[in-house]
């Protein structure tokens, strides 16, 4: 890959700069929550500064960058397409203004986090001031509101997916914070506060995602011991986790609930009761029915309210429970049902090329600063792969934002690292 540097003087510019650019996405992470309209604001300009700096040195940025944004620009693209196919409804330009545009305009960022990377910087530090926000957040909500879902003022599921996000992506910094005075307790701080507004939340599916992250991650870090070690220390931390969030009268009561809900499909009786399993699971027969009918474009952005509310007329459940969703609750069925088949397989490119360009750098011979940058952006993916079952976290605005900034940090720091010089490979333990 080209690894040459920019123009010397203009990379020094930007060097000064970075801790104003370090500020600028704390800001971003920090508020997505607290100040939404301020945090989209500011990451939309954000976005079109870093245009500039993409357009003028886009000879210089490395290759592989082209497999993180050109799958970006055909996702975006599938559903123009099938906006264009279908005819443009009320909702349709808007949602993709609020929604996809969002992920569109992360390609350029990725061109100023490389150009202004220093490895003797901590590039994630805004990762976890976000932890330690949504954790406060959380323990108002808890401590103080008494409600029983931590949200922060919206959504507790997108609060709590959005602190699985953040502690995932500060679970591969280890290395960087053991390096600063204090390090270790504002990494350890970071992720106990994520953790604390994950669980607070009741976002079951960021509690599953977050069993895969850990297990991943263990693996990762303890690379040194055997097998047997690594899943047993993997297990113990697991068990450790659920125990003591089990104390918490929010975690209970989500958890019983979400046994009652599953046990009727593993045991094989009769679903009667009305939940909010047994509705995704209508939603979902309702999607690949669509789908079905509409298989190459799909029906087109900007009407599944109105594709859900027609269907809820056939459909006695839907009628009564159904009716106000605004989405199908599975993003693989969300994409083929509103862009066909065309959206689905630009989906499909979009998670295996993003996957392909962290994973690779997961080996041995790369620095330990390009390795954990990897182990980050993976554990980001896995995250986005496990809520888009019974979620559309690729649709949802909050969400789109969240992967664009993230993903594109992660990305243009790792190939900043790439270019840096220093040893080929170092190992974890040599902390």
Same mark, same amino acid.
């Given at each position: 890959?080209?690894?040459s540097?920019p123009?010397s003087?203009?990379?020094?510019?930007?060097?000064?700069i970075?801790?104003?650019?370090?500020?600028?996405?704390?800001?971003?992470?920090?508020? /997505?929550?607290?100040y939404?309209?301020a945090?989209r604001? /500011?990451?939309?300009?954000?976005s079109?500064?870093?245009?500039v700096?993409?357009?003028?040195?886009r000879?210089?940025?490395?290759s592989?960058h082209r *497999?993180y944004?050109?799958?970006?620009?055909?996702?975006?693209?599938?559903?123009v397409?099938?906006?264009?196919?279908n005819?443009?409804?009320?909702g349709?330009?808007n949602?993709?203004?609020?929604?996809?545009f969002?992920?569109?305009?992360? &390609?350029p960022l990725v061109? &100023?986090?490389y150009?202004?990377?220093?490895?003797k910087?901590n590039?994630w530090?805004k990762y976890?001031v976000?932890?330690?926000?949504?954790?406060?957040?959380?323990?108002?909500?808890?401590?103080?509101?008494?409600?029983?879902?931590?949200?922060?003022?919206h959504?507790?599921?997108?609060?709590?997916?959005?602190?699985?996000?953040?502690?995932? &992506?500060?679970?591969?910094?280890?290395?960087?914070?053991?390096?600063?005075r204090?390090?270790?307790?504002?990494?350890?701080?970071a992720?106990?506060?994520g953790v604390?507004?994950?669980?607070?939340s +009741?976002?079951?599916?960021?509690?599953?995602?977050?069993?895969a992250v850990?297990i991943?991650a263990?693996?990762?870090y303890?690379?040194?011991?055997?097998l047997f070690?690594?899943v047993?220390?993997?297990?113990? *931390? &697991?068990?450790?986790?659920?125990?003591?969030?089990?104390?918490l009268p929010?975690?209970?009561?989500?958890?019983n609930i979400m046994?009652?809900i599953?046990?009727?499909?593993?045991?094989?009786?009769? !679903?009667?009761?009305?939940?909010?399993l047994?509705?995704?699971?209508?939603?979902?027969?309702?999607?690949w !029915?669509?789908g079905?009918?509409?298989?190459?474009?799909?029906y +087109?952005?900007?009407?599944t309210?109105?594709? /859900?509310?027609?269907?809820?007329? !056939?459909?006695?459940?839907?009628?009564?429970?159904?009716?106000?969703? +605004?989405h199908?609750?599975? !993003?693989?069925?969300?994409t083929?049902?509103?862009?066909g088949l065309? +959206? *689905?397989v630009?989906?499909?490119?979009?998670?295996?090329?993003?996957?392909?360009?962290?994973a690779?750098? *997961?080996?041995?011979?790369?620095?330990?600063?390009?390795r954990?940058?990897?182990?980050?952006g993976?554990?980001?993916l896995i995250?986005?792969l496990?809520?888009?079952?019974?979620g559309?976290?690729?649709?949802?605005?909050q969400?789109?934002?969240?992967?664009?900034?993230?993903?594109?940090s992660?990305?243009?720091?790792l190939?900043g690292?790439?270019r840096?010089?220093?040893p080929?490979?170092?190992?974890?333990?040599?902390?």
């Amino acid at each position: 890959m080209n690894t040459s540097l920019p123009q010397s003087e203009l990379r020094a510019r930007l060097l000064s700069i970075e801790p104003f650019l370090n500020a600028i996405s704390v800001f971003i992470m920090a508020t /997505i929550f607290l100040y939404w309209d301020a945090s989209r604001a /500011i990451y939309v300009l954000f976005s079109m500064a870093a245009l500039v700096f993409l357009v003028k040195f886009r000879p210089e940025m490395p290759s592989e960058h082209r *497999l993180y944004s050109w799958p970006i620009i055909g996702f975006v693209g599938a559903a123009v397409l099938s906006l264009l196919f279908n005819g443009v409804p009320d909702g349709g330009i808007n949602r993709l203004g609020s929604r996809f545009f969002l992920l569109l305009i992360a &390609i350029p960022l990725v061109s &100023i986090f490389y150009l202004s990377f220093d490895p003797k910087r901590n590039v994630w530090i805004k990762y976890a001031v976000g932890c330690m926000a949504l954790g406060g957040l959380a323990l108002v909500d808890a401590l103080f509101l008494d409600v029983s879902r931590a949200g922060g003022g919206h959504n507790p599921s997108a609060f709590g997916f959005a602190a699985l996000a953040m502690t995932s &992506i500060t679970a591969g910094s280890y290395h960087r914070f053991s390096q600063i005075r204090f390090g270790r307790a504002i990494f350890f701080l970071a992720i106990l506060m994520g953790v604390c507004a994950m669980m607070l939340s +009741g976002a079951r599916t960021s509690w599953l995602a977050g069993v895969a992250v850990v297990i991943v991650a263990m693996f990762f870090y303890m690379e040194r011991y055997s097998l047997f070690k690594r899943v047993l220390l993997t297990l113990t *931390l &697991i068990v450790g986790i659920a125990i003591v969030s089990s104390s918490l009268p929010q975690v209970q009561k989500r958890f019983n609930i979400m046994i009652d809900i599953t046990a009727p499909y593993v045991t094989g009786e009769e !679903q009667t009761g009305f939940n909010s399993l047994s509705t995704r699971v209508e939603l979902w027969k309702v999607a690949w !029915q669509v789908g079905m009918e509409n298989k190459i474009f799909g029906y +087109g952005v900007g009407k599944t309210k109105r594709v /859900i509310k027609d269907y809820g007329q !056939q459909n006695s459940y839907l009628k009564r429970r159904g009716k106000k969703n +605004g989405h199908f609750h599975n !993003q693989f069925l969300q994409t083929f049902a509103m862009t066909g088949l065309v +959206g *689905l397989v630009s989906f499909l490119v979009l998670i295996i090329c993003h996957f392909w360009i962290f994973a690779k750098y *997961l080996g041995k011979q790369y620095s330990l600063e390009v390795r954990c940058l990897a182990l980050s952006g993976l554990l980001l993916l896995i995250s986005y792969l496990v809520k888009s079952i019974p979620g559309v976290p690729f649709y949802g605005k909050q969400y789109l934002m969240m992967y664009g900034f993230a993903s594109a940090s992660i990305w243009g720091c790792l190939l900043g690292a790439l270019r840096e010089p220093g040893p080929v490979a170092n190992k974890l333990d040599d902390d």
